[in-house]
């Protein structure tokens, strides 16, 4: 997030009108149509009921909230609800960053509005951004999941897959969900073998992204191709090969922390 970001749990009193809104139906964000582009709406331009708010902090000293609306509702005049794929390069970078918070902020709180141990009705905790049942005292905090998400090299040559679901022709680096008791790397070699029946090592971390589909903390890592051969793990993948630069598939939006560990397979490679 922009070092202009300062995030806060309680608003210091009454939210401002002129407080920059994240405004969901369920998961598409509502957004002003500003000469051919978009941007975030002020409280005060919002004409529609809220079902919750959240307060999340501060951008530039500007308060910053997020806001459940109803599922039906439809968008106002001058303004329209995009999916969260379509925000790149229709917002500034830190409003994506804020968006991609805000909707898993706004998912935790409407999923959490009774305790999964005993039922009861929770309540805002005082101080910290959760949950707290009062008849049990359970905490429920927003849900993430981490996942590993890996560039495997074999010399020249990048490991790369597809799924079902991509886009057509479109492939990307593996990934999969840690699992309890796992180490990071215990499953980056998990994922790659039990996918794609390699073996790999070498294990490298290169970064992170928050992913909010729905509520992933994506880590990513480089390896090294170590043994086997490619056998896939159907239905979930439906293709895998081994790829140079000069013969590179459609890849994955630039969105996404796979494309950047590509680009960097591909900086080092020519």
Known sequence: MSPSFVPGVRAPGELEAGALSLAFRERELLVVEDEGGARL???DEIPLPAVRKQYLGTLDGRQVVSIELDAGVAAPAGMRFLGLRELHGR???VHCRLAFQAVQIVAWDRDHQFCGRCGAATEDHPEDRAKRCPACALAH??????AVIVLVERGDEVLLARSPHFAPGVYSTLAGFVEPGETLEEAVAREIEEEVGVRVGDVRYFGSQAWPFPHSLMIGFKA???AGEIRLAEPEI?????FRVDTLPPLPSSISIARTLIEDFIARKT
């Open 41 to 43: 709406p002020r409280l």
């Open 238 to 242: 439906e293709a895998a090969g081994w």
């Open 224 to 226: 090294r191709y170590l």
């Open 91 to 93: 917002l500034a970078g």
């Open 141 to 146: 905090y927003p849900r993430l999941a981490p």
